[in-house]
Nanobody, 111 residues
Framework: EVRLVESGGGWVQPGESLRLSCVAS????????MTWYRQAPGKELEGVSD???????YYKPSLKGRFTISRDNAKNTVYLQMNNLQPEDTATYYC?????RGQGTQVTVSY
């Protein structure tokens, strides 16, 4: 059974940073493409970043430079470092592997 457990969300002020983690199990993590999505209130799910097994990385263009995805295959964990967070980054963030998605972690950016 595929299991994805996100953590690291919270409330921060604009300009601050958060690091999200997603621990995966139930599939061969080192060969999997891992994806971070987010969904803001009242908006559609959108892709944030992908990291492939060969190390290739994709970012939503508007987020490149502020967000960094990484993975630790020894820990079956994918990370999303988010810097200079802005109110428009407020959303529930999910990690995913193919059609499987975790329960999400809430990120709120406000004063």
């Amino acid at each position: 059974e595929v299991r994805l457990v996100e953590s690291g969300g919270g409330w921060v002020q604009p300009g601050e940073s958060l690091r999200l983690s997603c621990v995966a199990s139930g599939f061969p993590f080192s060969t999997a493409t891992m994806t971070w999505y987010r969904q803001a209130p009242g908006k559609e799910l959108e892709g944030v970043s992908d990291i492939y097994s060969d190390g290739r990385i994709y970012y939503k263009p508007s987020l490149k430079g502020r967000f960094t995805i990484s993975r630790d295959n020894a820990k079956n964990t994918v990370y999303l470092q988010m810097n200079n967070l802005q109110p428009e980054d407020t959303a529930t963030y999910y990690c995913a592997q193919n059609e499987h998605r975790g329960q999400g972690t809430q990120v709120t950016v406000s004063y």
